[in-house]
């Protein structure tokens, strides 16, 4: 990020066209309270309140609200609240 843009390879994210963008991974160190996303998967290695994502796997550990992907996986090794995904797989 810079200036509040998200830049992959130094071009802000909205100059890219849906067939040319990259696939984007979040990765967090540390916890972190909500995560949304609408593509790309979301690795935190640490706590987080809840996670939603509509194309996106999910790997954490432990999260303490809820955890939603309509496309993607979810693996994460403590989850206390709903977990769902519309298509994909959920482990522990």
Known sequence: MADGKVL????PL????????PIIKIEITGSAKNIKTTNGDVTVKGNVTSIETMSGSVHCQTVEGDVSTMS????????????STMSGSIRR
């Open 72 to 83: 993607g996986s979810v693996t994460c090794a403590n989850i206390e609240g709903d977990c």
């Open 14 to 21: 909205a100059e890219y066209n849906e067939a040319d963008c």
């Open 8 to 11: 992959i390879n130094g071009k």
